[in-house]
Structures are given as C-alpha cells and as structure tokens.
C-alpha cells in the first residue's frame, strides 16, 4: 500500500497466465481455449509469491479478483492462490482475428512487417477498440480500489494495453511494456496521477 495519504487504499494487480503450448510457440491466442503445459501451471503457483511480495506480507486479501474467462486464466488463479470473485468477458484476450492460432512470421508471410500493433487487424480487434474495453475495465478497477487491492487475472496483450492506458498512452503504447507468463505488472497512484509501480515482475524458479 502507498505511504501517499491522498492515494486510493488499494492498487490494481495484473495477473498473465502461466504458459500454453500457444504461447510458448509464440502463436497469437485469443478466444481459443489452450491449457496450462506443466511448466505454465507451476509458474502460476510461484505467482503467489510473487503477489505476496508485492502486495506486502502483511496485506488483507484482495477487495476484488476478477479473471478472463478462458480456462488458462482461470486455472492460473486458483494456483496462484486467489479466490475469484467474477468471471469478466472484458478481460478477454485481444481477439486476433484472422492471426489467431498463428505466429508472426506465419502473419507476415501475407502482411510483412506485421504486428499486432501496427496491423492489419483483419477479422479481429483494433487498437482503439481493445482500449475502450481496457478503458471500461480500469474504470471499474479504480472503483473497486477504495475497497483494497483489485486483480485482475487475463493475457499478456490485453494486460499490456491496460498498462498503457493507465498511464494515458494509447493502446499500441502497450508494445513498450513486457508481460511475460506467469507475471505480474502493479498499476499504482501518486496523488491522483497514474503510474506503474512494478513491470513484468516473474516469479522466482
């Protein structure tokens, strides 16, 4: 928790799930649902340690966890040792479109030069509308924040566009920010100015 009197009582927590198959080959992952590889499921339980840390030993539990609807985010945290109190479609993956299953350099075998970032996002979601679904959810979180620390368990994309948007960067701004499985990145407050209190913070082998 801040020392900063004027900050909110609680910070915002973001939770990546720990590594699929998908994700590991470097292939883009929205609405298909992978499952945890063994290696994914015990980082999501080292998680817990690393949400332990950050949040302080003493720290109550969460005011509110809420988690992807997919059964890789789901899984992450129940090992992560969270209770979720809502299954939210918001925190979803970007949905890739025509991308999904496939990794860059199978994208830019059509679109050279390709990114998610830059596009083309045929079939599937544009940066102004995956922040306007992070933008909802922040709104929510920030609410939820005068009861206590939010996480939010979801995807490594959409987790870096809601990094970005904290902070009042657009959504491709998210291609600063890393987010790896298993992570989590800290949304925090200084007298009313957003800012990132950690980044992509692994937890320990």
């Not at 992070?134 to 809601?162: C, E, K, S, Y």
């Not at 920010?177 to 692994?202: H, S």
Request: charged content about 25%; some cysteine; aromatic content about 4%.
């Amino acid at each position: 928790m801040s020392d900063d009197v004027s900050a909110p009582p609680g910070r915002v927590f973001l939770l990546r799930h720990g590594e699929t198959e998908w994700s590991a080959a470097g292939r883009h992952t929205g609405h298909t649902d992978i499952p945890l590889t063994d290696a994914g499921r015990e980082a999501a339980r080292r998680a817990r340690h690393s949400l332990e840390f950050l949040r302080g030993p003493d720290a109550p539990a969460p005011a509110r966890v809420l988690c992807s609807p997919r059964t890789r985010a789901r899984v992450t945290a129940e090992l992560a040792g969270l209770r979720v109190d809502a299954v939210d479609g918001r925190l979803a993956e970007w949905d890739y479109g025509d991308a999904e299953g496939l990794t860059t350099p199978q994208v830019r075998e059509r679109h050279p030069r390709w990114t998610i970032w830059d596009g083309p996002w045929t079939g599937g979601e544009t940066p102004d509308e995956v922040g306007n679904r992070a933008d909802a959810v922040l709104t929510d979180a920030r609410a939820l924040t005068a009861g206590g620390d939010v996480v939010l368990v979801g995807h490594g994309h959409f987790g870096r566009v809601l990094a970005a948007r904290w902070i009042g960067l657009p959504a491709t701004g998210g291609v600063h920010l890393k987010m790896d499985a298993a992570a989590v990145t800290v949304l925090g407050d200084e007298r009313g100015v957003a800012r990132l209190d950690a980044v992509n913070v692994v937890p320990p082998a």
